[in-house]
């Protein structure tokens, strides 16, 4: 392996970022075209609310009709940066794919054979929750986040939300959710260092129902029973993946090391 010396890795760094930032500023152009249409996807959680169903269809978006709300901006420029505050968020989102190409590239000299086996997989399936978390918030917790914050106890009240207040409530939740499904991943990490084990994670497994419920019943805005386990039941199932997962490298990783010991005893002999 050849050695850059320090101006190189400098040189190396600074094309993947521009390259990043070359990206990510041609993604964000295409969103800005397309903010009306994302900005009124956006807005879905706040006039509608989903209804599950036990017969066909099992899914779909119900439109409040005694909505009030009403969203308005409070400074001339508002409007235009939720517009490019949206643009932003969706091109580093879609260019997310290079960034992490990007990163790995750089990193990928300093990895060994066995560790590059995993920086795929490990971005595939990093995407693929975050993506889940985000869709999950969307589609299941903010509609009813919305319905409850914009219904209770408001009834000799009328709701006009600044929009700028509004993409910033909807995308922290989002992109909160997003991070809370990485669970399995941070999991796996732990593991991988020798901080956790698989058989301290299922020991311990009635303590982080209890805790997911507890974080359920803070982050659920709503005060029932039913939203708190729709909230804490996706966790514990994380949970669950995670071990799981955690189980399965720890037991190819002893079977790998049982293989490297038992090697050299045959060539010895």
Known sequence: MNK???????????????????????????CFYFSEKIFSLLVLPMNSIPRFSLSPPFFS???????????????????LWMHFKISLISGIVISSPVLLYEFWRFTAPGLLAKEKRYIFPF????????L?????????????AMNFLLNYKTAVLKPMLSVGQYIDFCLKFIIGFG???????????????????????SKNRK????LAFVIAAIITPTPDAFNQTLM????????EAGI?????????????????KVVPEEKTG
């Open 4 to 30: 850059l010396p320090i101006t190189g890795h400098l040189n190396e760094l600074r094309q993947r970022i521009i390259v990043s930032v070359i990206v990510v500023a041609v993604s964000s152009g295409v």
């Open 61 to 79: 978006f119900e439109t409040l009709k005694n909505n009030t709300a009403e969203l308005v901006f409070l400074a001339p420029a508002e409007a």
């Open 123 to 130: 971005i595939i399936i990093t995407m693929f929750l975050f």
């Open 132 to 144: 889940l978390g985000s869709l999950f918030c969307f589609f299941v917790v903010l509609p009813f």
């Open 179 to 201: 991070a809370v499904f990485e669970l399995p991943v941070v999991l796996v990490f732990l593991t991988r260092m020798g901080i956790v084990t698989p058989q301290f994670l």
């Open 207 to 210: 303590y982080a129902i209890i």
């Open 232 to 239: 804490a039941v996706p966790i514990v199932l994380l949970y």
């Open 244 to 260: 799981l997962a955690s189980r399965i490298l720890s037991v190819k990783s002893k079977n790998l090391k049982d293989i490297q």
